[in-house]
């Protein structure tokens, strides 16, 4: 390479995007819209630096353009083997103990050394899921955070954690949250972060979605007219069981035909199969496991579904104002009600009520009149997600050219 071309590269404005892990999240997929979208502009360089190699469970890990150097802090089989273990809920007690005791010092070392290097050829820091803050204190470069969650659901789940992570939050330059009621939770409950606290809604490629949506599976079940929520089968969190119930009901008392699909993975999943075989609709409830793909689903659903005790912004529902698509989710702390335009993208019911949900389901599926009223409102909110839309807040805080 030419003196001159050293230069150019030097110029170019280097972004480090700071993971714990990589995996099939929410927060995963939102950060590879970032990576793509990041990795088409000459002049940055991007760098995803991730503290703990998890092997196959890296499942969008082809999605990251080839333009990203990818970084691991921790990758070896011995310091890897019981977290990925640990995942799929197969450690036992005494490895997580040894691993907790023996590895995780190890790892936290190699972190710490690993960003200290990053951060002397960085011009910016994105700590992505907000885990890296102990390692960052003396670091100079420029420090973003994004926060994911609600601060009121983890204070209450965690107050002790939530505490160290608000006083930890006022070492970075700007704190993103990803919802305007979330910057309101922050802002109430950490009055020193009033100043670094910005929203910026996750973008998504609308283009992207469209095409991986036109991708047809080879599997006839996708021929049935049927309902489908995509998310997490962890019930600490979402509220699949109220869903099945609301279904059931469905069933039962509005007589309706279409089948339930259910796209996604956790350890409530055994809990949630046994529920739907409790209510007498298994035979009509499809657990179709992981997608990597789920948009195909989505187009060809009748509606999505959406049940959960709290949120921070669920990307299913963005991806639903993309795609065009009737939506039916539970109004809880934080997100559907923003993202559905308070009702006019999408019907709100409350957390929890099964009947509530059940009725306004049906109500949706009935009245051809409300469709064309949600539709439009789905249309008119859909913009608002894009690149296009949040590209001026980005480059305003430093994430892109105009710094």
Same mark, same amino acid.
């Given at each position: 390479m030419s003196s001159e071309q050293n230069k150019d590269v030097?110029?170019?404005?280097?972004?480090?995007? =700071?993971?714990?892990?990589? &995996?099939?999240?929410?927060? $995963?997929?939102?950060?590879?819209?970032?990576?793509?979208?990041?990795?088409?502009?000459?002049?940055? %360089?991007?760098? +995803?630096?991730?503290? *703990?190699a998890m092997g196959t469970l890296e499942v969008y890990r082809h999605e990251v353009p080839k333009n990203v150097k990818t970084v691991y802090f921790s990758q070896s089989r011995y310091l890897t083997k019981i977290p990925q273990r640990r995942v799929v809920k197969k450690a036992s007690k005494i490895s997580k103990f040894y691993d907790e005791l023996v590895n995780n010092p190890i790892r936290r070392h190699r972190a710490q050394k690993a960003i200290r290097r990053l951060a002397e050829t960085a011009d910016l820091l994105i700590d992505f899921d907000c885990c890296a803050y102990s390692f960052l204190h003396n670091v100079c470069?420029?420090?973003?955070?994004?926060?994911?969650?609600?601060?009121?659901?983890?204070?209450?789940?965690?107050?002790?954690?939530?505490?160290?992570?608000?006083?930890? =939050?006022?070492?970075? $330059?700007?704190?993103?949250?990803i919802s305007k009621a979330m910057q309101e939770e922050g802002c109430r409950l950490f009055p020193a972060l009033k100043d670094k606290i910005e929203v910026i809604y996750n973008a998504k490629n609308p283009e992207i979605i469209r095409q991986k949506a036109a991708v047809t599976p080879d599997d006839e079940r996708i021929k049935r007219p049927f309902l489908l929520a995509v998310e997490r +089968?962890?019930?600490?969190?979402?509220?699949? *069981?109220? =869903?099945?119930?609301? /279904?059931?009901?469905?069933?039962?008392? /509005?007589?309706?035909?279409?089948?339930?699909?259910?796209?996604?993975?956790?350890?409530?999943? $055994?809990?949630?199969?046994?529920?739907?075989?409790?209510?007498?609709?298994?035979?009509?409830?499809?657990? =179709?496991?992981?997608?990597?793909? @789920?948009? @195909?689903?989505? &187009?060809?659903?009748?509606? +999505?579904?959406?049940?959960? %005790?709290?949120?921070?912004? @669920?990307?299913?529902?963005?991806?639903? &104002?993309? &795609?065009?698509?009737?939506?039916?989710a539970t109004d809880c702390p934080t997100g559907p009600q923003e993202i559905l335009d308070n009702g006019k993208a999408g019907l709100l019911v409350p957390v929890g009520n099964a009947a509530a949900f059940a009725k306004e389901t049906n109500r949706l599926l009935n009245d051809s009149q409300l469709q064309a009223y949600i539709l439009e409102g789905v249309r008119n909110r859909a913009t608002d997600f894009t690149f296009q839309a949040v590209d001026g807040q980005l480059k305003k805080i430093g994430i892109g050219v105009n710094k």
């Open positions: 030097k110029r170019r404005f280097h972004i480090v995007f =700071l993971m714990s892990r990589f &995996l099939d999240g929410g927060i $995963d997929t939102v950060l590879i819209e970032y990576l793509k979208h990041l990795a088409k502009n000459e002049e940055v %360089k991007v760098t +995803l630096a991730i503290s *703990t470069a420029k420090k973003i955070a994004y926060f994911h969650f609600s601060f009121a659901q983890v204070m209450k789940q965690n107050s002790r954690r939530m505490k160290r992570i608000g006083r930890e =939050l006022e070492n970075y $330059d700007t704190v993103i949250t +089968l962890e019930e600490s969190q979402k509220d699949l *069981t109220t =869903l099945l119930e609301a /279904y059931a009901l469905l069933r039962k008392e /509005y007589h309706r035909e279409e089948w339930l699909y259910i796209i996604g993975k956790g350890r409530s999943e $055994d809990e949630l199969k046994e529920k739907a075989k409790e209510l007498g609709i298994d035979d009509r409830t499809v657990f =179709l496991g992981f997608c990597a793909n @789920p948009y @195909p689903w989505m &187009l060809h659903s009748k509606m +999505l579904v959406h049940s959960a %005790k709290f949120e921070g912004l @669920p990307t299913v529902l963005i991806e639903g &104002l993309l &795609l065009n698509k009737l939506m039916v």
